[in-house]
T-cell receptor, first 114, second 114 residues
Framework: GDSVTQMEGPVTLSEEAFLTINCTYTATGYPSLFWYVQYPGEGLQLLLKATKADDKGSNKGFEATYRKETTSFHLEKGSVQVSDSAVYFCALSAYGGATNKLIFGTGTLLAVQP | DSGVTQTPKHLITATGQRVTLRCSPRSGDLSVYWYQQSLDQGLQFLIQYYNGEERAKGNILERFSAQQFPDLHSELNLSSLELGDSALYFC?????????????FGEGSWLTVV
């Protein structure tokens, strides 16, 4: 079945460091890909998405590019801030069929230190 | 604020009891999803409704049931509760069931079974 694999956390960085969180997927067809973020004590918020190959999603300085050839959707940010500390979830939504439910990875905890 | 409203925010109940979690989707959204988030299982899809009809079922226990009403709000009923049912339950909504549609999450209902 469809699945998402994320790098294990926690990821601990100093402020202004470069961030990469790896995400790969397995799916039949051409899924849509998402990154959600969960700040401490809060719900899930959509960070960015891409719906077709080579699309780049971007928001709040974060970027991810849909790479069909490597089945990947890695999250990057050039300079992280303490306020970026959160859990980041990669997810896919399968193309076609009766449902567009999201399938999530296990989440990656990011801790940014001042 | 995603526009998805969940009540109650916190709930403590005893084993063997039954609880109902309520969700109001964003205005205009026809599709409602329920997810369970626990430390050991991560984010698990439970069930999806679209315009009152069940569209997809995930890892939902037989002790759990859900429905979507004509006004599009949804309820998740959890019965014969066990300690292992303690988790954060998310409701989410989207305008349709097309792949690539953004799915918006509520802040969740924290259930503690003692």
């Amino acid at each position: 079945g469809d699945s998402v694999t994320q790098m294990e956390g926690p990821v601990t960085l100093s402020e202004e460091a470069f961030l990469t969180i790896n995400c790969t997927y397995t799916a039949t067809g051409y899924p849509s890909l998402f990154w959600y973020v969960q700040y401490p004590g809060e719900g899930l918020q959509l960070l960015l998405k891409a719906t077709k190959a080579d699309d780049k999603g971007s928001n709040k300085g974060f970027e991810a590019t849909y790479r069909k050839e490597t089945t990947s959707f890695h999250l990057e940010k050039g300079s992280v801030q303490v306020s970026d500390s959160a859990v980041y979830f990669c997810a896919l939504s399968a193309y076609g069929g009766a449902t567009n439910k999201l399938i999530f990875g296990t989440g990656t905890l990011l801790a940014v230190q001042p | 604020d995603s526009g998805v409203t969940q009540t109650p925010k916190h709930l403590i109940t005893a084993t063997g009891q039954r609880v109902t979690l309520r969700c109001s989707p964003r205005s205009g959204d026809l599709s409602v999803y329920w997810y369970q988030q626990s430390l050991d299982q991560g984010l698990q899809f439970l069930i999806q409704y679209y315009n009152g009809e069940e569209r997809a079922k995930g890892n939902i226990l037989e002790r759990f049931s859900a429905q979507q009403f004509p006004d599009l709000h949804s309820e998740l009923n959890l019965s014969s509760l066990e300690l292992g049912d303690s988790a954060l339950y998310f409701c989410a909504s989207s305008v349709s069931r097309a792949a690539g549609n953004t799915i918006y999450f509520g802040e969740g209902s924290w259930l503690t079974v003692v």
